[in-house]
């Protein structure tokens, strides 16, 4: 990519009047020469309003501090599913709506956790529930004791754990965290450097979930045959942070609820099992109340559209998942890629630009447990498939945009390269041949059509934030989201405005 910027030192005054015709050798990958029309007069005016008048900061506090988390299928879900909604239709959006993608199941919500450490001392025990497990009932006073082996030895203590809270892992080291800052900021040689990726084996999501769902059945119908009165589990992470997910295959109305299950943080973990496993008696005082929710088994997806002019039934869509674990309020995953995406539309639509195919976002649920809800729309719209150009995702944190991954399609890579090159100043140097896993552009990889996640700055996702109790507003990086709004508006448009559609791979 850098040798497009010698080719392109225009003085500003013609970039804005400008509609550019890009001609440029491309990566040998391709060998071909393509041709995008990048319309520079309107990225500059998405620039200037992406990046002087963002409603990033607003969205992001409405969705992190008010609505807070957003468990798939609990009342923030719901909550959060209606305000995108409402404010996409307060820009002028069309086609706005909240559609169900099909039977999640049961939703939960934690209501009140209150955890004490009685012996060998006194003390606060930090923690939450973890998702879609049960109650204690009330407040329990219990000895904790460990199993060596973990649950599926829990038969050989036959009755001696009856009315006990267990620990199921061993204690687990936490080495200091020599992390060189640099690595929060990607630098341009590491984004620039080849990745020999393999190409990514299509998942049987389906069987790979029964399967899990299965593994967390049979784990819990062993704890309750032994009678024990909760699992206590360590986060995995270090200076106090709670890191979890959840049990859902309790979100299965036929399935029993789950023994209560807490995590705590991991050094008041590894000292109680220190203390048990070297003969120190541990008892703990605990409180755990959540509530299943049966009311609606549905989950949700948020849509809404920019309609297109000649091309309005071909469609560039543009998304997020909206869903979020419990443990912080999901600021970093995924409300960030979620106002990104919303601020993107916003900003086309304040502009008043009227793009060629459709653009349209999507705000998913479900994805933390299986990309579920794009997985079940694109499973609910099999005619539009052939429709969709592409599909643009964001899902790795508050970092900045810094280019896109190929997903293993090489057409892709001039078409970006030239599509994204306005924006090298930003910090958008990379298109990629690689892969991304695991979030909701694979459901368009998989069904064929070609989905692209961004590659983003890590600031503190892997760290600090990423399903933790630190996952709030103030982890945010607002100018980072702010530039990514920018290149996500541009993107879609240009895109939106191509005479073809994007190849396949
Ligand atoms: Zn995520």
Request: neutral net charge.
């Amino acid at each position: 990519m850098l040798r497009v910027r010698a080719l392109f030192a225009v003085p500003a005054v013609a970039m804005v009047a400008a509609t550019l015709v890009l001609t440029v050798p491309v990566s040998q990958a391709s060998g071909q020469i393509a041709q995008e029309k990048v319309d520079l007069g309107v990225i500059a005016r998405i620039r200037q309003e992406g990046l002087e008048r963002s409603q990033i900061p607003a969205l992001a506090h409405h969705l992190t501090d008010v609505i807070g988390p957003r468990l798939t299928g609990s009342p923030g879900m719901k909550a959060a599913n209606e305000w995108t909604a409402t404010t996409l239709k307060s820009w002028g959006l069309t086609g706005v709506e909240v559609e169900p993608w099909g039977r999640f199941g049961r939703g939960w919500k934690n209501v009140s956790y209150e955890g004490r450490i009685l012996t060998p001392y006194s003390q606060p025990m930090p923690g939450q529930a973890s998702a879609w497990t049960g109650n204690t009932k009330g407040t329990i006073t219990a000895p904790v004791m460990v199993v060596e082996g973990g649950v599926d030895s829990i038969a050989k203590y036959g009755t001696k754990l009856r009315g006990a809270l267990v620990l199921l892992a061993p204690a687990r080291p936490l080495p200091p965290e020599f992390r060189d800052p640099e690595e929060r900021r990607t630098p341009v040689d590491s984004l620039l450097a080849p990745v020999n990726q393999r190409a990514r084996p299509p998942i049987g999501w389906d069987t790979l979930l029964v399967k899990i769902q299965k593994q967390q059945a049979h784990a819990d119908s062993l704890l309750r045959a032994a009678g024990v009165a909760g699992v206590i589990t360590g986060s995995g992470s270090a200076y106090g942070t709670i890191r979890g997910g959840g049990d859902w295959s309790a979100t299965n109305p036929a399935m029993p609820i789950p023994v209560p299950n807490v995590i705590v943080q991991q050094e008041q973990y590894n000292e109680m099992y220190r203390n048990v496993t070297s003969g120190v008696p541990v008892t703990v005082q605990l409180k755990v109340q959540n509530r299943f929710l049966t009311d609606d088994l549905n989950a949700y997806n948020t849509l809404g559209d920019i309609r297109g002019t000649d091309k309005p039934d071909e469609y560039v869509m543009i998304g997020a998942h909206l869903d979020s674990w419990h443990y912080g309020n999901g600021a970093t995953d995924n409300a960030a890629g979620s106002i990104v995406m919303m601020e993107a539309m916003r900003i086309l639509k304040t502009l008043d630009l009227h793009p060629r195919r459709t653009i349209r976002i999507a705000l998913w649920s479900g994805e933390e447990e299986g990309i579920y809800g794009s997985r079940g729309w694109i499973k609910k719209h099999p005619e539009l498939a052939p429709k969709i150009s592409a599909y643009l995702n964001l899902d790795n944190g508050t970092g900045r945009i810094r280019g896109v991954w190929d997903q293993g399609n090489a057409k892709a890579i001039p078409i970006f390269e030239q599509i994204l090159w306005p924006f090298h100043d930003l910090g958008v140097v990379a298109v990629r041949h690689g892969n991304t896993g695991s979030t909701d552009h694979v459901s368009f990889d998989d069904a064929g059509i070609p989905g692209f996640n961004f590659i983003q700055d890590p600031i503190e996702y892997g760290l600090r934030t990423h399903h933790t109790s630190n996952d709030v507003y103030d982890h945010l990086e607002l100018e980072d989201l702010k530039q990514a709004a920018v290149v996500v508006a541009a993107t879609a448009y240009e895109l939106a405005n191509r005479d073809e559609m994007f190849p396949r791979k």
